[in-house]
């Protein structure tokens, strides 16, 4: 029987892995700080509970970090990750019940995915939004496709609405930082962005931090805070785990006294769909970039980001190349969040 060093966050085993709203605040903690427990006590802190186990990577979109952190985190762990490539090497995919299939796809989920549970222990889905329709985006097709007819765990790489993954590795450096969590003042601010891009990491940072007790505030133009179903969301969330959050136009009063600075940009709400419309609307707002003249008015404020970045877009190189930036060991405990993760699903 596989002995581990460290104790895993037990009530997660066999689950899938679609948003930190999966887990409770108190899961939550457990998971970085076994994260963070992990990091701490080197490579072999888990020993290998994935020994003779795959993980399918499915990735309908470009990654970066996600890829290469998640095939070492299997790695690490003793397991074989199977990066796909749909429509590259794979088969293109149908995800849409009833459809008559003649168009591109070859294949449906509803074979794909029960295969691919027959070979491999758990598959991560990494799928962005057509960025078309809200309340369709909302319902994350693709990646609940594959929740609903998988046979193990499915875990987000980052879908429609969110990127949990990347929020594990957030909260985790925020908790590495400045310890305790709660009632630290975040702030995630709208950053200008010569495209449109998706709400999955903002709404993962914001769900996963006031999950954490934090007082988040969310500072964007008018167009871009985001709309009363989110924000009733976001305030239940909050007010369940003694944390607050206020929305704002006005950049002052979220970078004063701020702990984190985590800039993003994301589709505007009041134009979504409308990709035109909303590079029109933005163009009044190219100053919104995080300068070292902002993070002045912050309380020693971090600087924090997902990567990729414009650099002098959505934050100066004086920020992004200083101190205050933690851009790189976010991205590093991306591999130390999903060792963790990986470990409590599938030991």
Same mark, same amino acid.
Request: charged fraction near 20%; include cysteine; proline fraction near 5%.
């Given at each position: ?20 709203? %999966?887990?409770?605040?108190?899961e ?5 700080? @076994? ?20 993980v ?15 095939i ?9 990750a ?10 293109? &995919?149908?995800?849409?019940d009833?459809?008559?299939? %003649? ?8 074979e794909a995915v ?5 070979y491999?222990d758990?598959?991560g ?13 909302r319902? !994350? ?5 594959f ?29 590495e930082? @400045? ?19 998706p ?8 769900l ?7 007082d ?11 709309? !009363?179903?989110?924000?009733?969301? &976001?305030?239940?969330?909050?007010a369940?785990n003694?944390?607050? &959050?206020?929305?704002?136009? *006005?950049?002052?009063?979220?970078? *004063? ?12 709400t ?5 990709? *035109?419309?909303? @590079? ?6 190219? %100053? ?20 990729p ?36 699903i599938?030991?």
């Amino acid at each position: 029987m596989e002995t581990f060093k460290l104790p895993l966050v037990s009530a997660l085993k066999g689950r899938h892995f679609l948003s930190t709203g %999966d887990l409770s605040g108190s899961e939550l903690d457990a998971l970085l700080s @076994l994260a963070l427990a992990g990091k701490k006590a080197g490579r072999q802190a888990f020993g290998s509970p994935l020994a003779g186990r795959g993980v399918g990577l499915v990735f309908f979109n470009p990654s970066l970090r996600t890829r290469t952190s998640m095939i070492m985190a299997t790695a690490q762990l003793g397991g074989q990750a199977v990066p796909l490539e749909i429509g590259a090497g794979t088969w293109n &995919l149908e995800h849409q019940d009833g459809v008559t299939m %003649d168009g591109t796809a070859t294949e449906h989920v509803r074979e794909a995915v029960p295969v691919l549970g027959r070979y491999v222990d758990a598959i991560g889905v990494r799928c962005f939004p057509a960025l078309k329709d809200l309340a369709f985006d909302r319902t !994350d097709p693709v990646l609940n496709a594959f929740a609903r007819h998988s046979t193990v765990p499915v875990i987000n790489l980052e879908s429609s609405m969110h990127h949990p993954c990347q929020a594990l590795a957030d909260m985790m450096t925020i908790k590495e930082r @400045l310890g305790d969590l709660k009632r630290r003042k975040v702030t995630l601010i709208w950053a200008n962005h010569p495209k449109v891009l998706p709400h999955a990491v903002p709404n993962s940072f914001a769900l996963a931090a006031l999950q954490s007790g934090v007082d988040l505030t969310i500072a964007a133009p008018p167009a871009y805070l985001p709309d !009363d179903q989110s924000v009733a969301a &976001l305030k239940q969330v909050a007010a369940v785990n003694g944390g607050q &959050l206020q929305l704002t136009t *006005e950049r002052q009063s979220a970078y *004063e006294g701020a702990e984190v600075i985590y800039a993003k940009s994301w589709a505007s709400t009041r134009h979504y769909g409308q990709i *035109e419309a909303d @590079l029109d609307y933005r163009r009044a707002f190219v %100053d919104w970039q995080v300068t070292a003249e902002w993070m002045l008015r912050t309380n020693n404020g971090m600087f924090m980001h997902c990567l990729p970045v414009r650099r002098n877009v959505v934050v100066a190189d004086a920020v992004l190349d200083s101190q205050m930036s933690v851009v790189i060991d976010q991205a590093e405990n991306r591999l130390h969040a999903q060792k963790a993760l990986l470990a409590s699903i599938l030991a």
